[in-house]
């Protein structure tokens, strides 16, 4: 079939101006000075063969001269006393956690001549086995980070007298614990058991001290959920490798969701097909497409706004409830439930079920 669509490169074309006609005839529209390139006079003033060479002979000298510079000498001065476990040219290892995210993967930091320059997974750590994300991986720039603060920052400048900074904080918690005032220590969720026990010994000092953590993501929903189903303020421990049936609902636990690289870990030993095992299921609910989308074996698309209703219908199917037309969904009957009704156990629930959420949680209006 032939393709009647025309385009055109401006107004000047589609008008069909007599000027941009002409120019369209010349292939090279602006005119090449050639005359007076080529022409007698401009070869004596212009490029002529002295000129040439003086223009040479200098480029020549000038690369010369800048050779023969002398730079600032330095030397590699050895240890009067070397250190027993430094040797130059040779990479230490050390094991430490990763503090990049909450999750605190165990990591192993290669080390040369006391600067970290590598961080990869420890295969030792029962979170990451040897594994690592690209967060973790990229954490390693933010300790030669130029921008970094070298100092305490102190009423919106950086000093460099520790001992001033020292004895005024000092001062200042002595008032306001005199007073019985409010001192809080925020930070970010802190796995150390060392730095656990030092904020633990000041509270013992300064009564009134309280400890809050604030995390850049935070799973503080999960922790409520789970408080107010289950009585624990926790986040559960998922066992991908013991699932026989996955069902997520916008949770990519494979890109970004809690720990991503020990579910990642779990998920895959239980993805390889073997004699007298049975390879798990995974089905994808999501409004955006994710890592773990891209993985499931099948992925239903869904609004955002749907999250609640569809999450709830596919639970109620589950425990062979009939109560869908309670809920204010259109059709629900058309809801790709299909699939999850084939991996049902007798009991009407899935056999290992890392999601269990009761239809409350999930819809807190109770004006259905």
Not at 11 to 39: Q, S, T, Y
Not at 315 to 337: A, D, G, Y
Request: charged share 20%; net charge positive; with cysteine.
């Amino acid at each position: 079939m032939s393709n009647n669509i025309k385009y055109w490169k401006g107004e000047e074309e589609l008008a069909k101006d007599p000027a941009f006609l002409a120019a369209r005839k010349n292939e090279f529209p602006d005119a090449l000075p050639l005359d007076e390139v080529l022409g007698e006079e401009g070869v004596e003033l212009n490029s002529n063969r002295r000129d040439f060479l003086k223009f040479f002979g200098f480029s020549v000298t000038a690369v010369a001269l800048a050779a023969c510079y002398k730079t600032k000498v330095r030397h590699a001065v050895p240890y009067l006393v070397k250190p027993e476990d430094v040797t130059p040219g040779v990479a230490s290892y050390y094991s430490s956690t990763c503090g990049a995210c909450s999750t605190a993967c165990g990591v192993e930091v290669k080390v040369r001549e006391g600067r970290p320059i590598k961080v990869d997974g420890n295969p030792r750590s029962a979170i990451s086995k040897g594994g690592l994300c690209a967060t973790g991986q990229a954490s390693i720039l933010s300790l030669y980070d130029t921008e970094r603060l070298a100092n305490p920052l102190a009423n919106g400048a950086e000093s460099a007298d520790w001992t001033k900074i020292d004895q005024a904080v000092s001062a200042k918690l002595k008032q306001i614990d005199q007073a019985k005032g409010r001192i809080v220590i925020l930070s970010q969720t802190i796995h150390s058991p060392s730095t656990l026990k030092a904020i633990a010994d000041f509270k013992t000092k300064f009564t009134t001290a309280e400890h809050l953590t604030y995390d850049a993501i935070s799973y503080s929903g999960i922790i409520t959920a789970n408080s107010e189903d289950f009585g624990k303020a926790v986040i559960p421990a998922y066992k991908f490798e013991n699932a026989e049936l996955i069902v997520s609902f916008g949770a990519d636990f494979l890109g970004s969701w809690i720990s991503p690289v020990e579910y990642t870990k779990a998920y895959v030993s239980n993805r390889i097909p073997a004699a007298g095992k049975t390879m798990s299921k995974h089905i994808q609910f999501e409004s955006n497409l994710s890592m773990t989308g891209t993985n499931a074996d099948e992925r239903f698309p869904m609004k955002a706004s749907k999250n609640c209703c569809t999450s709830a219908v596919c639970i109620i199917t589950w425990q062979k409830k009939q109560v869908i037309n309670r809920f204010r969904c259109p059709n629900p009957e058309n809801w790709p439930v299909t699939a999850l009704k084939k991996q049902q156990s007798s009991c009407g629930m899935p056999k290992v079920n890392p999601w269990l959420f009761r239809v409350q949680t999930i819809l807190p209006h109770k004006n259905w």
